[in-house]
T-cell receptor
Framework: ETGVTQTPRHLVMGMTNKKSLKCEQH?????MYWYKQSAKKPLELMFVYSLEERVENNSVPSRFSPECPNSSHLFLHLHTLQPEDSALYLCASSRFGQLYGYTFGSGTRLTVV | DAKTTQPPSMDCAEGRAANLPCNHS???????VYWYRQIHSQGPQYIIH???NNETNEMASLIITEDRKSSTLILPHATLRDTAVYYCIVRSDTGTASKLTFGTGTRLQVTL
């Protein structure tokens, strides 16, 4: 366990479904991130939250909607996804000025059918 | 943040030292070198970081050249569990939330 917990670990959803991914950390971190990793591709940064405020959105389609209700929780709401959205979705957290970098969760493996 | 260049793959025999190189010729004075690794289908794991001095921890050693344009991650006694993709990343500490940009990394295969 890294201290960053992601649920569910695996998710299969239809293109018309609505689902949410959850990320939770109790490391005292104040920034949280969503990354997407498609097969055989580098990790792509999707969203950055700093002190619960979204500070970066890397041209992510609106069918992905993040939510950060507090510094310990981060959600990624999914609706009307496409099969090409199937990927490993990783959550990470960090603390300002802490040079140890990010702590990642184990990810949610999403399959869109 | 400066860009990094790594070989796509390397092999290492178990028990031997694995030396993973990284070029970061455009690194600037306030940028740190970070190393992460990702074991299959898991989240990346922090290994080590440094600014200009060589660093060592329980996992690895980091050797940074004097001009800081390249570095080498050393796993002193590689085991099968060290088989993973290793990422070299350069970034500055902005004091706020800042992004880590991952490249394609080096796929290290440790063999018997």
């Amino acid at each position: 366990e890294t201290g960053v917990t992601q649920t569910p670990r695996h998710l299969v959803m239809g293109m018309t479904n609505k689902k949410s991914l959850k990320c939770e950390q109790h490391l005292g971190h104040n920034a949280m991130y969503w990354y997407k990793q498609s097969a055989k591709k580098p990790l792509e940064l999707m969203f950055v939250y700093s002190l619960e405020e979204r500070v970066e959105n890397n041209s992510v389609p609106s069918r992905f909607s993040p939510e950060c209700p507090n510094s310990s929780h981060l959600f990624l709401h999914l609706h009307t996804l496409q099969p090409e959205d199937s990927a490993l979705y990783l959550c990470a957290s960090s603390r300002f000025g802490q040079l140890y970098g990010y702590t990642f969760g184990s990810g949610t493996r999403l399959t869109v059918v | 943040d400066a860009k990094t260049t790594q070989p796509p793959s390397m092999d290492c025999a178990e028990g031997r030292a694995a030396n993973l190189p990284c070029n970061h010729s455009t690194i600037s004075g306030n940028e740190y070198v970070y190393w992460y690794r990702q074991i299959h289908s898991q989240g990346p794991q922090y290994i080590i970081h440094g600014l200009k001095n060589n660093e060592t921890n329980e996992m690895a050693s980091l050797i940074i050249t004097e001009d800081r344009k390249s570095s080498t991650l050393i796993l002193p006694h590689a085991t099968l569990r060290d088989t993973a993709v290793y990422y070299c990343i350069v970034r500055s500490d902005t004091g706020t939330a800042s992004k880590l940009t991952f490249g394609t990394g080096t796929r290290l295969q440790v063999t018997l």
